[in-house]
C-alpha cells in the first residue's frame, strides 16, 4: 500500500488487497488495509461511496493532524508540484 494517483476526485492512495471482490469482503478488506496504515481502529474508516467500484472514497473519523501527516506520508509526492 502506498502511492498516490490523480483518481477521478483528485489525489487518491494506492490500495490493494487480495481478497476477492465478492460480498463485500475486498471492500472490508481496504478498510482494515487502510485504518492500520493510518494507525487508527478499523471502526474509525468507513466507506462514503464506490461499495461497487475500483475507486471508493472513505472517510477517518477522527480526522486529527497525525492521520493527515500519515496520508501524506503514503501518498508520496505530488508529481504536479
Known amino acids: ?3 498516490g ?3 477521478p476526485n483528485g ?3 494506492v490500495v490493494a488487497v487480495t481478497a476477492p471482490a465478492v460480498a463485500g469482503r475486498a471492500t472490508e478488506a481496504v478498510l482494515r ?3 492500520r496504515a ?3 481502529r478499523r471502526g474509525a ?3 462514503i461511496a464506490g461499495a461497487n467500484s475500483r475507486n ?3 472517510a477517518v473519523d477522527p ?3 497525525e492521520v493527515a501527516a500519515r496520508l501524506q506520508e503514503l501518498l508520496g509526492p505530488d508529481p504536479s508540484v
Open 63 to 65: 480526522a486529527s493532524p
Open 45 to 47: 474508516v468507513s466507506l
Open 11 to 13: 489525489r487518491a492512495l
Open 33 to 35: 488495509t487502510v485504518a
Open 5 to 7: 494517483y490523480d483518481g
Open 1 to 3: 500500500m502506498g502511492g
Open 38 to 40: 493510518l494507525g487508527v
Open 56 to 58: 471508493k472514497t472513505l
